[in-house]
């Protein structure tokens, strides 16, 4: 094992840190003043886990040196200490002044072994006499110095009648605020926390409720002690036996919480509720702490709670600013709380946290109404927020009708603004630790079914009536599924009016004004008109550089900027060249009757065209005819309206464009990075691979040849990973609050990805399933998939951290994913916690399920394979997004996905002309929410049957109208019924034979053979019918020979 060396840069500048708080408070009279000399002592106690003595030892040595006195004075320090450890600290004597930075020397002692070191006594109390005024001397009162090697110098002090005062706090409060080598200890702990909680704790939680076991609460937590041993469940430490637990972790549920760190896991199974935990690492001293509810098949009362207590607990968070007082700190959030929930603050817990580093809590600096500390640059705090007995209304069995809420975190003051969360990867919003459990069905139940029905045959012998019962059960929470959907669509169906119509009250006064079309000055004053011979000579002249026409008009140059110039059109007739000229006026472009420019002044007269003529004779002397002016104005005319619409296009893509920060990049070269990564939309036709880094602010991305994108943490409004599985490539994908200029395009969407294998196959090349070649390319694909999968995570979680919540990842689930046709392929459309999605071809297809107001299926009917949705948008000026062709077979699935995400949902069976809707809504959204709202979607609304028949009924009269049949077919039609009704005639009077002659047992050979020959008959007359009706052909005209008639 190496010998421990002692960080004596940290020593010194440590302890530079107790001089100068020492003497500030000497000349300003603080309570720190009256201590003339520091006496501290360490020693072992099993009944006190954390001490003042022990955190001071670690923070200035970096070991606990046990059974050593050190004496600090004013003019030098003093350790007493046996041989090996005066070893370690020999180092400290010989020092440059530089690095001691102008500290007393320090001097050691060596104590023989069984000796408390008397001879030095002496020493130490001159020392003392001399450091100030020599009378009082500081320790830490509450912990024990009472072992033999300290009972000498206990007796001696006593008898110099040195006076005791506590610097507990003041020691405390210095060390608070941690260093740069502090907190990367601090942060490793964080992260070996959360590497517990996803890797072991979490994963035990879910497998618990996926095989249904009965888990003790004990049994959780004994099992933290083993997988902190274990590199599966922390990779990120390297060495394990620096890492322990700072206390018992605490895993509560069941409607019994008690949210204190001296409380223990119960040996209670563990209830499928909301489940409690709390835990903390400790690494090489340094304490970190995470608290996390995981709520299974919550209701809404549950996420309503849990909602308020993230909440509050981000805001406090956001509060932790450098030079703010504790207590106000806990003011602020209660009052946060009374405003948002005020039913809630009874139930809540006493504090907000408290600090901790080297010592799990600290009793001084707690986050409550008393504590008037200052929060100050690098102090480390454990948020922890409690809400217990809260009630359930929903809640059946008696553990289900309270329940709690536990969270917590560990921060760091941060130079300015909010603090830094350190235990950001542990996720903790509400759609990442809620589980719903699914019901029943399939093969596992089929399963469970057979199961009952053997146990039923082994004990009574009576299958059939068990299995009825079973069936008639399953039956019974099937059709209350459905029920409870209809229910929920229903309140849903009546709040959807209710909040549209409180967010159109909101947005009352914000009415958009139509855009008014800018005015371009050609020259804004007369003496700015060029001076040219053509413009003198009254010829038409093309001003390149100011972009205007100057025509001739009533003998004087008149100019025209090009943007009001709509066409030009030149012609040859006869001898004159005509060149025409269309001008902008309002009602120029009409589409739909809406006007696409807006004028300034409308009112005011417009010139709507212009038509010049010109002479294609050429005179004698002439080097060219009169028309040629016209024609070479033609054509500067055309490349001036080419490049004036190329400015205004690129400057309509900017309209809505927001300017980004500035990307702020990492000094450090440990930044998290991505490499061998492909970027869509392309910035080349050339594909070319870049990398992808993290820095403080926001991404960059930098191909091969150097070109880079800068994509902001404050602009991304979605984020997702997709990994490999099921696909060939694997992708982050950002969804824009606001657009960005790239490749001269608006973009929203920016995609980074990478191929996991061969996208194309050469189907020529002979394969055989058993070649080696090719299982070897499958073995490395695997491999290659598993690496990336777990480097793309890494990176994800890294950015997690550093973007302190800004950048939330989220991926899609596969499983609840169901083809439909959003653009003009089919792909599989993937629903996340937030949005529905597909990434993996391009376009992207990216809707936020929050921004939706309902969803409308089109098209369901039975006799359909496929069916439409249509998504409506709460903001009614954005157009619906139609995704056609999606399976009738999935429709429940759908609807079930839709139920559990609170969003409503109708049906029809026809497809309705949903821009004519919108327009209509947009027009007057208030009138009409309030005459109906989206009840004509309902398919029990009366007016949407009567609307549907009326509708059908048109359609059937326009049917008949447009067909009107000839004489022979209606001849021919009315012979069609008079034989079909004798053939139901005869029909009848069979039918009624054999119901009269029930007990005859059936028809002979004779009787069939006459009805055979009769049904020939029929059939010859009817065909002869037919042919008599059909007109005669002419005979047929010859060059040669007569005519034939022609043969019936």
Known sequence: MAQPVLDRESFFKRLKRVFQNWKSSKDGGGAFASVDAL??????????????????????????????????CENGIYAVASKKKAEFLKPLEKVDETLSNGLPSVKIMVREKGDAGSAYFGSLVDAIRQSRKGKTVGMFTKDKMDIDVYKPWNERMEKEGFAKVDVSVYIAYLMAPKDEKELVLMKKSCQASCDIFKKYYYEEVVKAIDQEKKVKH??????????????????????????????????????????????????????????????????????????????????KYHVEAYNVAYDLEEYIIKKMEPGVKLCDIYEAGVKWLEKKKPDMVDHMTKSFGFATGLEFREGTLVINSKTTAFARKGMTFCIVLGFSELKNPEGKAEEEKTFGIWLGDTVVISDTGAATVLTAAAKKKQQQISMVLEPEGGKESEEEEEKTINLADNQNGNARSRRTAVLTDRLRNEASAEERRKRHQEELAARINERALERLNKGKGEVAEPKLRKSNVAYKRATDMPTDDEVKELKIFVDRKNETLILPLFGEPVPFHISMIKSVAISLEGDYTYLRINFNHPGSAVIGGKELMQFPHPEAQFVKELTFRSSNTKEPGELSAPSSNLTNTFRLVKELQKRYKTREMEEREKEGVVQQDTLVLNPNKNQPRLKDLFIRPPLSQKRISGTLEAHVNGFRYTTLRGEKVDLLYNNIKHAFFQPCEGEMIILLHFHLKNHIIYQKRKIIDIQFYTEVGELTTDLGKHYHMHDRDDLASEQAERELRTKLTSAFKSFTEKVESISRGDVDFDTPFRDLGFPGVPHRATVLLQPTSTCLVNLAETPPFVITLEEIELVHFERVQFHIKNFDMVFIFKDYSRKPVLVTAVPMNLLEHVKSWLDSCDIHFTEGIQSLNWTKIMKTIADDPKAFIEEGGWDFLEPENDANKEAQAAADAEEEEEDDEAYAPSESESAESESEEEASSAVDEDEDDEASEELSSGEESGKDWDELEEEAAKADRQKAMEEEQEMSRMPKRPAQRGGGGGGKKMRR
């Open 218 to 299: 004990s049994k959780i937590s004994d099992g933290f002690d083993s997988a902190i041993k274990d590199k599966k469940f922390v990779p990120s430490v390297d060495k394990l036996d620096e890492l322990e637990t700072c206390y018992p972790p605490i895993v509560q549920s069941g409607g019994k919480y008690n949210f204190k760190f001296n409380t223990t896991s119960n040996t209670d199974v563990m209830h499928f509720g909301i489940i409690c935990a709390s835990f903390g690492l400790r690494y090489r001293g340094y304490c970190s702490n995470i608290a996390r509810t995981v709520m299974v098949a919550p209701t």
């Open 39 to 72: 006496v501290i002592g360490l020693q072992k106690d099993d009944e006190a886990v954390y001490s003042k003595s022990q955190a001071f030892h670690l923070w200035i040595f970096g070991y606990e040196l046990m059974e050593t006195l050190l004496v600090i």
